[in-house]
């Protein structure tokens, strides 16, 4: 073990992983976010297994990952704004939508003339791309339109036998994809909550950003911010007070914090209300109960505030009652 203090993973797996990508073969990564389902950002056909593998539509653009800027200026232009974005959320749970450089191929992005860029900041996939020396290309690592994976079981349960490989990192920190920010418009847009808040964001660029584009407005832009994603098979409902479920109502039932007497059919996302805890327990929770909620699911509305906006995003996605 001794030289890998970060990284859980015995390195020969990192460098397995590492060659799969190198050899256009696709597999599941740990992010800080959600897990991530990686290929070569720059070879197309790796890239179209991610979409077959998924099932995900070729209209919808993917991240694409780099593990240090001189990859990241190698993908895009950045602006002088943009590069004081990245110096300040990078590595980290931020993207950034630029005008793309023609090393990334047309399939990443949709055939937009834009792309979306991260720098992770989980150990293992900041290895794994400094071990290929290419940007990934990596959507979540989940069926199209289902809950995406916060653990590697929830990939091997899903996708494993259409991968090459899963690279274990843990739970994810977060919990929630990365916040995305269009920077090739005037003002910058916010095109999906995260965990870097708005204000966060503002604070650093000195002015204001759009935080509430139109929906019609950011669709071309943001093609996969499809208003139903993310949707368990139950029946979910959302609520803001108790009194709102039906008294008739059997199913179980997901509170914001731990309830003083919890019964037997109420869960919860945190403790004691922290909005973190709610981001990072709310995929898992809900897939584990998917498994039996015959009845339906109501899951309690956080506050639209900081990462809150995140959560209550994709509640608001995953409902479909
Ligand atoms: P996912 O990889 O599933 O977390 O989703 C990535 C999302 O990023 C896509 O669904 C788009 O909404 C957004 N995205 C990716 N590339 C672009 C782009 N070039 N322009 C605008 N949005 C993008
Ligand atoms: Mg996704």
Same mark, same amino acid.
Do not use: F, Q, V
């Given at each position: 073990m001794g030289k890998s203090h970060n990284i859980s993973q015995p390195p020969q797996e990192l460098l397995e992983a590492a060659d799969f990508i190198l050899r256009g073969g696709i597999g599941a990564v740990p992010t800080e976010t959600v897990y991530g389902l990686a290929?070569?950002? !720059?070879?197309p056909s790796a890239v179209r297994r991610i979409f077959e593998a998924k099932g995900r539509p070729f209209i919808d653009p993917l991240i694409v990952h780099v593990s240090d800027m001189e990859m990241a200026r190698a993908a895009a232009h950045f602006t002088p704004e943009a590069l004081k974005l990245a110096e300040h959320f990078?590595?980290?749970?931020f993207t950034l939508v630029l005008k793309r450089k023609d090393a990334i191929p047309d399939i990443v992005s949709a055939g937009l003339d834009t792309v979306a860029l991260r720098m992770p900041s989980h150990p293992m996939t900041r290895a794994l791309i400094n071990a290929c020396s290419v940007p990934i290309a990596a959507p979540s690592a989940n069926p199209f339109g289902y809950i995406s994976p916060t653990l590697a079981e929830h990939v091997r349960e899903q996708l494993g036998n259409k991968i090459d490989f899963i690279l274990d990192?843990? *739970?994810?920190?977060?919990g929630v994809e990365s916040t995305i920010l269009m920077?090739?418009?005037? *003002?910058? %847009?916010?095109l999906r909550a995260g965990p870097i808040a708005p204000a966060e964001i503002e604070r650093v660029l000195g002015r204001p950003i759009d935080k509430n584009p139109k929906k019609n407005e950011a669709h071309p832009e943001a093609?996969?911010? !499809? %208003? #139903?994603?993310? #949707? *368990?098979?139950s029946k979910l409902s959302l609520f803001? !007070? *108790? &009194? &709102?479920?039906? &008294?008739a109502f059997k199913g179980e039932i997901i509170f914001l914090k731990r309830p003083e007497h919890p019964r037997k059919n109420e869960y919860w996302l945190s403790e004691s209300g922290d909005e973190a805890e709610m981001a990072h327990n709310l995929f898992a929770l809900l897939r584990s109960l998917d498994k039996f909620a015959k009845n339906g699911i109501y899951c309690q509305r956080p506050r639209a505030d900081g990462i809150g906006l995140a959560v209550l995003d994709r509640l608001t996605r995953a409902k479909n009652s």
């Open positions: 290929a070569n950002a !720059l070879n990078w590595p980290g749970p990192g843990g *739970p994810c920190k977060c920077a090739t418009c005037e *003002p910058m %847009k916010l093609p996969g911010m !499809l %208003k #139903s994603h993310y #949707s *368990p098979r803001d !007070l *108790p &009194e &709102e479920i039906p &008294e």
